[in-house]
């Protein structure tokens, strides 16, 4: 079965989010922003999320880390607990 290591960033706006992405562009690191900004447990993690399989995130989430470029930064994603900034580190 398909598995990916995978952070993302949970924020409450879709401006928050795309704001977030700017200052990622600029090179501010991603786990401190992670720890400052997400809403979401793993923020604590760096945004961390661990090794996933397809089906275990929300659809919207699952769909970037399975189908979208390794490496880049995506978003903002929209779900029902806010908007993501993904990262995907490897799939297998």
């Given at each position: 079965?398909a598995?990916?290591?995978a ?45 996933v ?40």
């Amino acid at each position: 079965m398909a598995k990916a290591m995978a952070r993302h960033i949970l924020l409450g706006s879709e401006a928050e989010a795309a704001q977030l992405k700017k200052r990622l562009a600029n090179g501010e690191d991603f786990a401190q922003l992670a720890r400052r900004h997400s809403t979401c447990p793993s923020g604590k993690r760096g945004g961390d999320l661990g090794e996933v399989r397809p089906g275990q995130m929300v659809r919207a989430i699952d769909q970037v880390i399975f189908k979208k470029a390794l490496r880049e930064i995506h978003g903002p994603v929209k779900s029902q607990f806010g908007y993501h900034l993904v990262q995907v580190f490897y799939r297998d």
